[in-house]
């Protein structure tokens, strides 16, 4: 049995591109301001999966972002937006 493909969570919060550095991923993650489909993340090694919900509260907003595929490396704001699917509230 193959296990399912993980990312850590501040890699691909810095891939996807919602905060500039992974640094600055990792910090999120560790002030609790992270959920993976509803429960609070504080270790930025966190394994996360395709198909989960990540809720980010920013300095100015909260985005809700489910995980559509991972990136080996950093690209440009359209490939980024690439790896998830922004979930509005309705």
Request: net charge positive.
């Amino acid at each position: 049995m193959t296990a399912e493909p993980r990312q850590r969570i501040d890699l691909w919060l810095w891939h996807a591109r919602v905060v500039r550095t992974r640094a600055a991923a990792a910090d999120l993650v560790r002030a609790g301001h992270v959920r993976v489909d509803g429960r609070k993340v504080d270790t930025a090694g966190h394994g996360v999966r395709i198909g989960q919900v990540l809720t980010v509260a920013l300095e100015h907003a909260v985005r809700v972002l489910r995980i559509v595929r991972f990136s080996e490396r950093r690209g440009d704001a359209t490939s980024a937006s690439e790896l998830f699917e922004e979930i509005t509230d309705e």
